[in-house]
């Protein structure tokens, strides 16, 4: 990830702003402020840009992380900073319980069901008793270092930050990573991911809860910040507003989430302060004018006010190539493999009173290349899928090195050394042509969410990264390593997936029409 350098510059300039004379403290509270939807905004980034996964009901694990705090602090005397990993548990918990029903759904369901639990619990904080009903939980004690308590709006500015800053620094970290790949691989659906080892619900679950996780800490700062905590903060509303944050400043950008943080927090400020002078007092009409300039920032900036803003600035910077002297484990392999690799017997597939594949069987022996020859709907994809795990067969037995696989799923097919490439082609347009190649080697790593935001990955992702560049060479696109895939002709993103399918390290590579919308050369 190119992104990580700013963080420096950033903290350096937000360290010094509460220092600058006359600065009026309206404006210090005012980036309080911003800083706390950040968060928000970050764990949406992650959730919504990069993941594909859309949520309105943000606001709620925000009133856990404040109420959970509120709680302890004014019933039981914890001291705040014991209470910090209690919210965070407790966010996480909600989100594991929620996110268990929530990831399952898809399309239009997914953020309906999002605002459904949203409201459902914004409504429960409003009624339950211990949580103080509608008029919430006051006389929440503030943080404190020592005798140093941070009271007014510029002393727990810099621990509102501090978490914006860390939390921007290990979101990053784990974008660029093997976890962060198969995250970005979800919102091209779930196939590819899934056929190179990637398990979706579990890595749809690890975004939710990190997005929940995020929001909880906002909460915890909120409450300590307000010194109060009642519902109005974390009703649909505010869920609604805070995915408004992330688009506007770009929903697939870390730094996106702050800067649409800055600009819409901003701007409802400016709406609430001066527009009731220039229209004489009359109506509540910020929030029209409000959505009207939303709308006309997106025309502007349809995909966020971030990319918009980084295309027309000198940052990018070239790319480290990767050392290709570094190698991975091969593959495990069975022990006296027989000669067949691949037996397909009597295999088929039937969609309702449509027969797709019907009794088919051939044998793949070793150091063979086997054809499927037929017209456009023969069922040759369908049989690619039966063998790969993503339908299941309706008749028949497929068996690898001897052994049936019965309804294996395609992670548990790919373990056993199976590969393939796509007859529609299935990269990640906004991936680079490296990041692309490098999910194919996803099950030849083993670090996880938490060494990847820590960085204690490296050696693995060094390995894993020289793995998809060694393949690339071969396949002779070394030239387009860093180019993005959506950028590539048809072709080239055929021979990409080629490579992809090669890091696997696989002993039966299966091409789905491989030289369809290639030239002579490239074929």
Wanted: proline letters at 6%; a positive charge; charged letters at 15%.
């Amino acid at each position: 990830m190119r992104e990580r350098w700013p963080i420096l510059i950033f903290a350096a300039v937000m360290a010094a702003v509460p220092l600058i004379p006359g600065m009026p403290p309206f404006w210090i509270v005012l980036l309080d402020n911003i800083g706390l939807s950040a968060l928000v905004a970050m764990g949406l980034v992650l959730l919504t840009g990069v993941g594909g996964l859309t949520s309105f009901g943000q606001a709620a694990f925000c009133g856990f992380g404040a109420y959970t705090t509120a709680v302890l602090t004014t019933s039981y005397g914890l001291s705040p900073w014991l209470t910090l990993p209690l919210s965070l548990l407790v966010a996480g918990g909600a989100a594991v319980l929620l996110g268990l029903i929530t990831v399952r759904l898809s399309g239009h369901y997914l953020p309906l069901g999002t605002l459904a639990w949203g409201l459902g619990l914004f409504y429960l904080f409003s009624k339950l008793e211990f949580l103080g009903r509608n008029d919430g939980i006051s006389a929440i004690p503030p943080l404190s270092i020592g005798s140093f308590r941070m009271i007014a709006p510029d002393t727990i500015y810099y621990a509102i930050w501090t978490a914006v800053l860390v939390a921007a620094l290990l979101t990053l970290n784990l974008l660029d990573s093997r976890t962060g790949r198969a995250i970005r691989a979800l919102r091209r659906g779930h196939i590819a991911a899934e056929s190179f080892g990637v398990i979706t619900p579990r890595a749809k679950l690890l975004v939710f809860i990190y997005a929940a996780v995020l929001a909880g800490l906002s909460g915890w700062l909120y409450a300590h910040f307000q010194r109060a905590a009642n519902p109005t903060p974390f009703g649909a509303q505010a869920g609604i507003e805070y995915l408004f944050i992330a688009v506007v400043g770009g929903a697939g950008y870390v730094w996106g989430g702050v800067l649409g943080a800055g600009i819409v927090v901003v701007l409802k400020e400016v709406l609430q302060s001066y527009l009731p002078y220039l229209l004489k007092g009359e109506g509540q009409l910020e929030t029209i004018v409000f959505g009207i300039l939303l709308v006309a920032l997106l025309q502007l900036a349809p995909t966020g006010v971030w990319p918009w803003l980084v295309s027309y600035l000198p940052l990018k910077t070239a790319r480290k190539r990767p050392d290709t002297s570094l190698t991975l484990p091969a593959r495990e392999r069975a022990s006296g493999e027989p000669n067949v690799l691949l037996q397909v017997d009597k295999a088929r597939k039937q969609f309702g009173g449509v027969v797709a594949v019907n009794n088919v069987s051939f044998d793949v022996q070793a150091r063979e290349i086997v054809a499927l020859i037929g017209p456009n709907g023969a069922g040759k994809s369908t049989t690619f899928n039966l063998i790969t795990g993503v339908l299941p067969p309706t008749g028949g037995t497929v068996s690898v090195l001897g052994k049936p696989i019965g309804h294996a799923p395609p992670q548990e097919v790919v373990k056993l050394g199976i590969s393939r490439t796509f007859q529609h082609v299935k990269l990640v347009p906004d991936m680079t042509v490296l990041e692309n190649v490098a999910i194919g080697a996803h099950l030849r790593g083993t670090s996880g969410a938490l060494a990847s935001m820590l960085r204690l990955d490296r050696v693995e992702e060094a390995r894993l990264v020289a793995e998809a560049a060694r393949q690339i060479e071969r396949v002779g696109l070394a030239d387009q390593i860093d180019q993005l895939a959506g950028s590539l002709s048809l072709g080239q993103q055929r021979i990409v997936e080629i490579a992809r399918a090669l890091c696997v390290d696989p002993m039966l590579l299966l091409l789905d029409e491989p030289a369809a919308g290639l030239r002579h050369m490239e074929k």
